[in-house]
């Protein structure tokens, strides 16, 4: 009889122990390795001809001139798109033309205005971007202490949610003015592994948490980039 009452709670225990566990065991086994991911992301990345990209600033952060920007670029080096930024002392807000080593701005009024694309790369620099040294490529090559999170849908696109740290000095080819080492977020799209959207998580003006985001779309779509008339 005692035996048989120790088997009888034995076996609840195990039942409610698995009955607990049903939900999140099998989903979390079955997210591929984040290291696999990235590396694949990164890989995938490196092959990408041409995307439309955004970024995005939350919050107010020291040292990061450009709030937001919106456009297409290509591997090669070619943007375009508009931009708000702090542009020599003041905020800029406006067009942009980069080809052939020379960015062309528009303010809302006015026409373009030539520059050397030296002047602004150390402030923005949206070529960077799909460069395969220092830009998104290059970031999810160096994510520390990466771990898969789960699924998400970022814009309609089925993406794996991938968590990690990233040095200083490899996030700030993507985002100049970065000033320490950064906790990161990819989501990588399920088909591809192509990524559709990155976090960077800074600290923001008076200690309050602020946060960068880019995401890219539209990959490998024809873009016809030249210098404006």
Known sequence: ??????????????????????????????????????????????????????????????????????????????????????????????EFVLVDETVYIKGPTGGYQKLPASLIANLYDPSAILNPDKGIANVLANVQNAKTEGKETVDGTPAYKVTGRAAKDVVEGLVPGVESDVDITFWIRED??????????????DDKPASVDVTLSDVDKPVNITAPA
């Open 1 to 94: 009889m005692v035996l048989r009452r120790v088997l009888l709670g034995w076996l609840v225990t195990v039942a409610v122990v698995a009955t607990g566990c049903s939900d999140d065991q099998p989903a979390q086994s079955s997210l591929p390795d984040a290291g696999s991911l990235l590396r694949e992301a990164a890989a995938a990345t490196k092959d990408i001809s041409s995307a439309h990209f955004g970024l995005k600033v939350n919050g107010d952060v020291e040292g990061v001139p450009v709030h937001s920007a919106d456009g297409d670029l290509t591997r090669e080096g070619a943007a375009k798109g508009t931009v708000n930024m702090d542009l020599l002392g003041q905020v800029f807000e406006g």
């Open 192 to 205: 591809n592994k192509q990524p559709v959207k990155a976090t960077a998580a800074l600290k923001g003006a």
